[in-house]
Every structure is written in structure tokens, then in C-alpha cells.
DNA sequence: GTCTATATACGGATAGAC
DNA sequence: GTCTATCCGTATATAGAC
């Protein structure tokens, strides 16, 4: 798998998505016409992600997303009940979106090194995918309501999982070295945020994020201690790498 | 080096290193008797951390920073000319003393290895003993003025040299495998920052500083083949990956 | 040097016409 | 559904007494 192939599977659904997630907010939003509610949240949204993650989603006033969306002050009420639910839909819709396409991309049952490298270009190509919603949502996290913050926690409490039971599969085949699941879990997670963290950074010095990817790989499987000779020969497992 | 050591080194210099950088915000400071100065600036700014790093520099009043340090909201006034005065004389303290510390604890010429083991560590170290510091820092660059903005970019760029002309060396003198410079800097920059970052998380799993630092000299070195309790990366086997 | 009281502006949110 | 006009709380910053 590279970006592009991930970013045609994600894009076809991606809509559809958007509404299936809308039915949490729709209590608080005056609007009928479904239509016109993602035509405009969906403005709102962009225009919240391009000013907050420019100077903080505090200092973006409501006066700044109503120049910005072209949506008067009065209008914009109509979509939430407060400038804080922007921060909260935004967070929910980003989680939820995530969630579903990580269990689309890692169901099928593969073998452990197979499974940490379609983990960690998933986890990394969702954060180039939804980039401006990561950086916010990492920037902005502090103000998240109780129940927000709390289903992020959740869902960051699932990823380590899931990389810790790829990480002990490996160990239990002996295709992974010894290693501190805890820390290197942690090393891996801090690496794929690192591409969405500077991402203006990699852009400028014109690195890909399949590149990214792959360095990624790399770098964690020579820790794992991972052997290279072996494991990208038999059974095409490298599929994924080579291409 | 360990934590401890270190911690002791910097301490004792560490009252006159904020009397000497102190001099450049000395024009928008009212009081005369330098004592008062350092006594109230340093409650000022421990206590701006504190409130900032729960809920943001713009969401801090300058009541609440009245209420948190004792000094009345006219009297903080005398300390500097408005709010951003404080996020940016905080800003530069952090850069000035970050840099002293540097050019303390690596000027002694010494192998790469050393070398790259005594940098990752300085930089970890400084990031533990002044955590509020680099957290808030992280988190309120977007609003730094254009000069201390311009001196962050600088001295992050002079880190990127310290590191690249490491493994510069290293790879020079056979001591370190081939590698991606600009991938490989980042890649260490982005552990010790999530050290940093994650710190409440590090310290609820008991993991100490100490410990973290050779995790991460322990995953790098064997990114870049020279540990040796694992088997040599086969030339050319990884061209294909780290490019 | 530090305080209280206050000027002034700006931000979030709503009312009510269209 | 969307607009303009406006309310009202809160924020930064200052004035001026002590």
C-alpha cells in the first residue's frame, strides 16, 4: 500500500462518512435540510482548521469564521450553540473517522511483521489525509469538553493496544526481538506524529509521506532487530515496502 | 552523565544565567532594585506556566496570573508592557539558557559516538529539568513576536547542525552505517520531544528520565548499525528502504 | 513599588426583521 | 435560513492614591 492507493479507498467513503457522524451533533443544530447542513459545516469546519491552527482556536474569533466562511454572525448559531461545540464536533468527526478506517485497513488477520507495517502506514497516511485536523486536535486538546476528552483518551488507549498486541505477537513468534513494549510503542506513535506535528518542515525538504513511511518502518524494524535478509524474501511478505 | 549529575551542573549556575538574560528585557521593566526584579519575574513566570500549560496562554487573565502570583494586576504592569511581553521574555529566557548549557556540556572534543550519546542526553536532560519551559514553548509558538520567533527557528536550525555534523562524522569514520541525515535528526528530535510532550504519561508508567535516554541512544544507534548485540545490517540492503 | 478603581475595547451570543 | 444590530460580560491596560 502506498498514499495514493490509501487515499482513493478513503475518499470514496469519505462523504458518506461525514454523514453517518453528523447524527451526534444533529440535536444541536437548528438547520432541516441535510444538504445545506454539510454544505456549511463543512465550510466551518475548513475555516476553523485553517484559522486556529494559524493563531489557536482561542484567538480565532467568531468574527474572523464569519469573514472567513461567509456565513454572517447570526447564521453561524444555527449550526451549533456555542464556539466551543466547533472544537468538540471537530474532535468527534475526527475520531470516528479514524476509528472506522482503522478497522477497514487492519481486519484481515496477517502475521505480525505484515500487520505493524500496515499499522504504522495507516496510522501515518490518516494523519496526512486529515493533517490540519490532526495538528488541531493536538493543539487544542487542553479544551476539549469531559466527554470528548475522554473518548480520546479511549481511542488513544486503543492504538497503543493494538500496536502492543502486534509488538507481542512478533516477540511470541520470535520474529521481534526483545524490546520495552511500553517505550517502543511510544517511539512509534512519536515518530508518526512528528509528520503531522512538522509537517511544513518535511514539505519543505521534499520528503513524501511514503518515504516518511518507509523510514519509519525502517527505523523501528532495526530496533525490533527485524532481519532484513530473511524477512523480505519469503512468502512476498515486503509487498509493501518494495513497491 | 545521568540526570542527577547533570542537574546539580546546571543548578549552580543557574541564578546568574537568569540575571544575565535578563539584561535584554530590562528597558520594559518599571523597577529599579534588581532583587525585586528576579524575586517577582520568577513568580511571574512560574506562575504563567503553570496556569498557561492547563488551559492556554490566551486563556490565562491577567486576574488569574494576579490571583496565582499575590501581585495586583497594576503592579504586574510594572514587569512588563502587555501579556505578550511575558510569553516572549519567557520565550528568549528559555532559548538564551538552553544555548549556554549546549555550548557547556558539549564543547569537549570527543568521538562521534560519545559525541551523538552526550548530545541526545544534554537535550533530554534539559527538557526534564525545564519541562514547563519546552512544553509551553511547543504550545504558544504560534504567537511569538517575529524576533523571538526568528531566534527560535535559529536555534532550532543550530541544533539540526549539531546533530547532522555527528553523524557526519560518525559515518565518516565507519563508526555509523549509511543513513538519511535529515530523516535520522529528525527522528531523535522528535523522541526527546515527545518526552516533553507526553511527560505526565512517562511519569505514570514510572519510566525515569534515565531510563528514557538510553532507550532512545539504544534505538537510534541501532538505526544507525552500531549496536552490537544485534546482527549488521548487509550492505545495501536498506538503500532501497531509507531513500 | 504596590494597590484599587476604572477607562475602553472586544468577544460571544441573541433578537428580530426579512 | 440568513442577515444586521445590539446586548452584555470580560479582558487588557492605565490612572492615580498611598
Given at each position: 500500500m502506498n498514499y495514493d492507493i490509501f487515499k482513493k479507498n478513503v475518499a470514496v467513503s469519505e462523504k458518506e462518512m461525514f454523514l453517518e457522524t453528523l447524527a451526534e451533533s444533529r440535536e444541536s443544530?437548528?438547520?432541516?435540510k441535510e444538504k445545506t447542513i454539510v454544505k456549511n459545516l463543512q465550510k466551518i469546519f475548513k475555516a476553523t482548521l485553517k484559522i486556529s491552527n494559524k493563531k489557536g482556536f482561542k484567538a480565532m474569533s467568531m468574527r474572523d469564521l464569519s469573514r472567513e466562511t461567509g456565513i454572517s454572525l447570526g447564521a453561524l448559531y444555527a449550526y451549533f450553540e456555542n464556539k466551543d461545540d466547533i472544537l468538540n464536533m471537530l474532535q468527534s468527526q475526527r475520531i470516528l473517522f479514524v476509528t472506522r478506517i482503522f478497522e477497514n485497513e487492519i481486519a484481515r488477520a496477517q502475521r505480525p511483521l505484515e500487520k505493524l507495517r500496515t499499522v504504522i502506514k495507516t496510522h501515518l497516511f490518516l494523519s496526512e489525509f486529515m493533517q490540519p485536523w490532526f495538528y488541531f486536535s493536538f493543539m487544542e486538546?487542553?479544551?476539549?469538553s469531559p466527554k470528548e476528552k475522554q473518548r480520546t483518551i479511549n481511542a488513544e488507549r486503543d492504538l497503543d493496544k493494538i500496536f502492543e498486541s502486534i509488538l507481542d505477537d512478533g516477540k511470541m513468534d520470535g520474529v521481534f526481538n526483545d524490546f520495552d513494549p511500553v517505550l517502543t510503542v511510544e517511539a512509534i506513535k512519536a515518530l508518526n506524529q512528528d509528520w503531522y506535528l512538522k509537517r511544513s518542515k518535511f514539505r519543505s525538504q521534499k520528503i513524501s509521506v511514503d518515504q516518511y513511511a518507509d523510514f519509519v518502518i525502517q527505523f523501528v524494524e532495526s530496533h525490533l532487530g527485524v532481519d532484513k535478509g530473511r524477512a523480505a524474501i519469503?512468502?512476498?511478505?515486503?509487498k509493501t515496502i518494495s513497491q
Open positions: 443544530i437548528r438547520i432541516k486538546s487542553k479544551n476539549l519469503p512468502f512476498g511478505v515486503d
